[in-house]
């Protein structure tokens, strides 16, 4: 089976910021654009790619985003011990009701990301 990929394109108040933000969460940065400034930024992790624009958008208004972005790592319990000193966990590490271990982190623009696996 090859491997999945989901992929959004989002809005940031600051390119670099954001940057900084996800690579302490574990994400790789896949490339920038710097025309003058920062404006664009892809970063990936375990099959979840965000790109990320600031200045001109197609969009008007701040970033906004009414759900969260779901990552499936091999263990949600090793991303913890990766980034609980480095960001901060909005929901510790969680069993849900519907058989699934959770964390869940939010961005510097309000984007929740949760890290999931199955019970």
């Known amino acids: 089976?090859?491997?999945q990929e989901v992929a959004a394109i989002l809005k940031s108040t600051d390119v670099a910021r954001t940057i900084?933000?996800?690579?302490r969460a574990g994400?790789?940065?896949?490339?920038t654009f710097d025309d003058d400034?920062?404006?664009?930024?892809?970063?990936?992790r375990d099959g979840l790619v965000l790109h990320f624009m600031a200045g001109a958008t197609p969009w008007d208004g701040p970033p906004q985003f009414t759900g969260?972005?779901?990552?499936h790592p091999d263990?949600?319990?090793?991303?913890y011990e990766q980034v609980r000193d480095k960001i901060v966990c909005e929901f510790g590490v969680e069993e849900r009701e519907w058989g699934a271990r959770e964390l869940?982190?939010?961005?510097p623009d309000g984007y929740f990301v949760t890290f999931t696996e199955p019970l």
């Open 68 to 71: 969260c972005f779901y990552v």
């Open 20 to 23: 900084d933000w996800y690579q």
């Open 104 to 107: 869940t982190v939010s961005d």
């Open 37 to 44: 400034r920062l404006t664009w930024a892809a970063l990936g």
């Open 1 to 3: 089976m090859a491997e």
């Open 75 to 79: 263990s949600v319990e090793a991303v």
């Open 27 to 31: 994400f790789e940065l896949l490339g």
